[in-house]
């Protein structure tokens, strides 16, 4: 991942005349204008050639649909989870938030899950199931490679993802409620608050996973060596770069701000000394100012009504359909419903445009990828739907 963070914080309401806000020339369209399905939070292609587009409900059940079929209407069922994963309205950052599939699916079958389990109030669970000649998952198979108790409901991150090293990573977030009350995000010791990577290759029951020896914490005493960034608060959806392998991130706020990372080993991202670029300000704290041992963000956004309060990561378009994204970062709100488009310069290590998307703005509630480079997300509202982006005609 990318060393670049030459630039400092980029405040997007008080962007530098440099910075390019031009409205994008791209239009949100409906996707699958006939499919609905309940709290859509995970889409993935499997890397199998297949061109499937799997979808990962929050209550449990995981579907997949032709990519390129925009009337479909019924998906099919690849896995119900809904026994074992435990989701409630009333706490409703549980349930099944991750999906990812290995890099050999096609020969292998093994697929990769997080979610909270029946058995015990707030623990997550990540664990590796094998499927039936990639169409149905066996239930059955079930080899859990790492349970996590979570002290709250909330912050649970979620995403999990194989990034081009063959290691599969995995957000977590400080564990919940609020200023992080347990000081996870600075504390090592605990897998909370951090960015884990993993070695599933070759998982089995007497060693789950393991341990990347190029993980910054392998050989430190007193830390968890599965960390591989941390000070997190509670990234909602991280993605690499097909292109770059660069690691984005977007990292949700308390009371004022909204942030992007790119992620790097051994990366302290701040919280709960910084909000975003910001001293945060403890009970009975102080926080800390800027400092090389932190890493702030590439950007960030204040809480107010015509940006949003709490940050949807999206992913870099690699796709041919829409030319206009290329190499652009996509990103939305899910209180406003706002979308933009940023542009990172690696060469130069700065941010060169975040240009808006102009939708109807719908809560966004998660974004995706098809393993040709498209870019989807998804909202709740109308039952669940979801959308990708087009060029637009003018």
């Known amino acids: 991942c990318t060393e670049l963070r030459a630039q400092s914080t980029i405040n997007l309401a008080d962007p530098p005349p440099t910075l390019n806000t031009e409205p994008m020339p791209v239009k949100v369209v409906d996707a699958y204008p006939r499919l609905r399905l309940a709290r859509p939070i995970v889409l993935t292609g499997a890397g199998d050639g297949s061109g499937r587009l799997f979808i990962a409900g929050q209550r449990g059940k995981i579907f997949f649909v032709d990519a390129n079929d ?3 209407e ?3 069922l690849f896995a119900d989870l809904t026994s ?3 989701y409630k309205d009333r706490e409703n950052e549980e349930g099944l938030l991750g999906l990812a599939f290995h890099p050999a699916f096609k020969t292998n079958g093994y697929f990769f899950v997080y979610y909270t389990t029946r058995e015990r109030p707030h623990v997550s669970v990540i664990s590796r199931f094998s499927s039936k000649d ?3 998952a066996d239930l059955g198979s079930e080899l859990k490679l790492l349970e996590i108790q979570q002290p709250f409901w909330n912050h649970n991150g979620g995403t999990i993802q194989f990034g081009p090293d063959g290691y599969l990573y995995v957000a977590l977030g400080d564990g919940g409620k609020a200023n992080d009350p347990l000081g996870s995000g600075q504390d090592v010791s605990t897998l909370l608050g951090s960015i884990l990577r993993l070695d599933v290759n070759q998982a089995s029951a007497n060693q789950p996973y393991p341990i990347p020896a190029s993980n910054p914490f392998a050989e430190k005493s007193g830390a968890r060596s599965e960390i591989y960034a ?3 608060r509670n990234i909602w959806r991280m993605a690499f770069d097909t292109k770059t392998g660069d690691l984005w991130a977007a990292d949700v706020g308390q009371n004022d701000w909204e942030e992007i990372n790119l992620i790097s080993a051994g990366g302290n991202y701040g919280w709960n000394l910084r909000e975003a670029a910001h001293k945060f300000t403890l009970a009975g704290g102080l926080g800390s100012g800027p400092s090389d041992e932190l890493t702030d963000p590439l950007v960030e956004y204040p809480h107010t009504e015509a940006w949003g309060k709490s940050i949807t990561g999206g992913a870099v378009y690699r796709g041919s359909r829409t030319p ?3 190499g652009y970062y996509l990103y939305g709100d ?6 933009w488009a940023l542009k990172y310069d690696r060469e130069t ?3 060169t445009e975040n240009r808006p998307v102009i939708w109807d703005n719908l809560p966004v509630f998660t974004f995706g990828q098809t393993d040709d480079g498209e870019v989807l997300m998804s909202t709740m509202s109308g039952g669940g739907r979801i959308y990708r982006f087009r060029q637009s005609a003018n």
């Open 70 to 72: 925009s009337q479909v």
């Open 74 to 76: 019924q998906p099919t």
């Open 84 to 86: 074992r994963v435990s």
């Open 134 to 136: 990639g169409n149905e």
């Open 230 to 232: 941390f000070g997190i």
């Open 324 to 326: 206009a994204l290329d």
């Open 334 to 339: 899910y209180i406003s419903g706002r979308l």
């Open 349 to 351: 290590a700065s941010v």
